[in-house]
């Protein structure tokens, strides 16, 4: 059996039955890219809610009058937490360079001493955990507290919680959208190449009289499908690009900045992707093709 | 060849397809199916090539039991029955050409003997000139002599034909006949099912003839209608 003899019959059915080829090909464009959308989207989110996690920061203020021994005394504590990813200790002139880059020159050209307090930036692993983490600074002698207050230590408590829930709930609802548009495209492609195979159901008949095994019936149509999935899915995948580039360019040339959320350009990094989203895509929407004829042919290569 | 014991087959609503049936049909042979219409010629046919199976009772082709061929063996069964069929059967997508070689691909005959035996056949049918034509382009008869041309061209130790000649002209029709003549000639085991009554008597090969799936002439050298004292003594 040639592989040859297989592809050339798959394109000579193609060719003939270009209708059916055509519109198969569509369907496939249509459920990938709506698919491509939602995964887009989803791997942006995604993207959006991990930086948003990463920069649920706490920072602790130091008093001005501590000692170098307090500081390191602090330090140590720091140190010795276990949910903490990362900390940084900003200095009193590093404060200030920060603000003069924020804010200009001009404010700070005349001060006569440096206001800022030093602090350290903590990141932790878990924002859940940021409450907790914070309340331990709460009434150490070295943070910068007002009297009677714990605004020495800083951190964003409730939009932290707000924003965390919001995008768990979002991407609960891309899981499903994405559940259910994988679904409809499966059964969109199966319907379309199902209708194809009945129209030549006496074609596949005559075969099997002739002694064909269902193997060499089932590779033309099979590759058939593969094909008309894989050019479907490449032109999804274009698409669904361009769009996702076009919206990103156009968030950042209108500088929107939604929650500093950045639109991802997606090609071959592609968060969550193995290879990437776009090839994901095509190779998804191929094996979809092929899949879909090998289910179709099913109830006509029974006995 | 083939073996029918005690083949029984019943179709769903209680229809009978063959009842108590028993040949045995000698390789080499050339033999004729003839009887009414529904009498159960395209069920034996259709039960040698294990599209039909039998309800009960025992059916050997080529010494090989069908009851217990495995499925995956039925495509290979096949390969070596050509088959003629009242209406043709051919790929409406496929060129004369690409019809023939269907049932060499299906094979797995190399490309080189393919671009040998295809023309070979299509000439020795008389079909050298409509080789690139699709069937819808070329008459019955011309169809029927593809379809010959296909069950024969990888020289199966048996040709099964329902109706070979029910669709063409009587002078078509010897041409397809003598063509099967020869195949038999090659030491093909030949059984037509048919209405052809001039072309059995004129043959005067062994002829089955069935009645409501029985059968109830086998006769040598038979003609179409049985001949028995009584219509002599009539006529
Ligand atoms: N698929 C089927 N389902 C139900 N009954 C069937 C089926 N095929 C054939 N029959 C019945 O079985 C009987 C034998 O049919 P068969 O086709 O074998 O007759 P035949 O001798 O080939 O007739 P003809 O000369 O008209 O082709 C008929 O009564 C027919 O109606
Ligand atoms: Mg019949």
């Known amino acids: 059996m040639r592989f040859s003899f297989f592809l050339s019959e798959a394109f000579g059915s193609m060719r003939r039955n270009w209708v059916m080829a055509m519109a198969a090909v569509i369907t496939v464009f249509i459920s990938t890219a709506i698919l491509g959308a939602v995964l887009v989207t989803r791997d942006n989110l995604n993207q ?5 996690k990463n920069r649920v920061m706490i920072e602790v203020f130091i008093k001005d009058s501590a000692t170098p021994q307090q500081t390191q005394a602090l330090e140590r504590k720091i140190q010795g937490m276990n949910d903490i990813k990362s900390y940084k200790y900003i200095s009193k002139d590093e404060a200030l360079r920060r603000f003069r880059e924020r804010f200009g020159e001009r404010i700070v050209a005349n001060l006569p001493i440096n206001p800022l307090p030093a602090s350290y930036e903590i990141q932790v692993k878990d924002a859940d955990r940021v409450d907790s983490v914070a309340q331990q600074f709460f009434d150490n002698p070295v943070v ?4 009677g207050t714990h ?22 609802g891309m899981w499903v959208t994405t559940g259910i548009f994988a679904a409809a495209a499966v059964l969109l492609i199966s319907t379309t190449v199902r209708l194809s195979i009945f129209a030549r159901r006496r074609e596949v008949e005559i075969m099997r009289l002739v002694g064909a095994t269902n193997w060499f019936i089932r590779w033309p149509f099979v590759l058939e499908g593969f094909i008309t999935g894989l050019v ?8 669904v690009w361009v769009g996702n580039w076009g919206i990103a360019n156009w968030i950042q040339s209108s500088q929107i900045d939604f929650l ?42 029974k006995t | 060849m083939i073996v029918f014991e005690d083949v ?47 309800n009960s009772g025992r059916i050997l082709v080529a010494g090989r039991n069908l009851g217990t061929l495995r499925k995956s063996r039925v495509p290979l069964l096949r390969r070596n029955i050509g088959c003629v069929f009242q209406d043709f059967k051919l790929l409406p997508n496929k060129t004369v050409h690409d019809n023939v070689a269907y049932a060499l691909e299906v ?61 063409i002209d009587p002078e078509t029709a010897v041409g397809i006949m003598q063509l099967l003549v020869r195949i038999n000639r090659t030491g093909t085991t030949v059984v037509i099912a048919t209405h052809d009554r001039d072309m059995v008597n004129r043959m005067r090969r062994r002829v089955l003839q069935l009645e409501a799936g029985r059968l109830v002439r086998d006769e040598r050298r038979g003609s179409y209608d049985q001949v028995t004292e009584e219509v002599g003594d009539a006529l």
């Open chain 2, 107 to 167: 094979v797995g005959e190399p490309r080189r003997s393919i671009r040998r035996k295809v023309p070979e056949i299509l000439s020795l049918v008389g079909l050298a000139e409509k080789t690139d034509s699709y069937p819808h382009e070329i008459s019955g008869g011309e169809q029927q002599r593809v379809s010959v041309a296909r069950a024969f061209v990888n020289h199966p130790p048996l040709l099964l034909a329902d109706e070979p000649t029910g669709n």
């Open chain 1, 144 to 147: 910068d507290n007002d009297p």
């Open chain 2, 8 to 54: 029984i087959k019943v179709y769903d609503p209680d229809v009978v397809g063959l009842q108590d049936f028993t040949c045995h049909i000698g390789k080499g042979e050339f033999v004729f199916l003839v009887g009414p219409s529904g009498s159960g010629k395209s069920t034996l046919i259709k039960l040698v090539l294990k599209e039909l199976v039998p």
């Open chain 1, 48 to 52: 959006g809610a991990t930086s948003l």
């Open chain 1, 260 to 301: 500093s959320l950045r639109v991802f350009r997606m090609w071959w990094q592609g968060g969550s992707w193995p290879l990437g989203l776009m090839p994901t895509l095509t190779i998804l929407g191929a094996l979809l093709g092929a899949v879909g004829s090998l289910v179709a042919l099913r109830r006509y290569l």
């Open chain 1, 151 to 172: 605004n020495g230590v800083k951190y964003a408590k409730e939009t932290v919680r707000k924003m965390l829930g919001t995008i768990s709930l979002i991407e609960k």
């Open chain 1, 232 to 239: 479907g899915a490449m032109l999804a995948a274009a698409f």
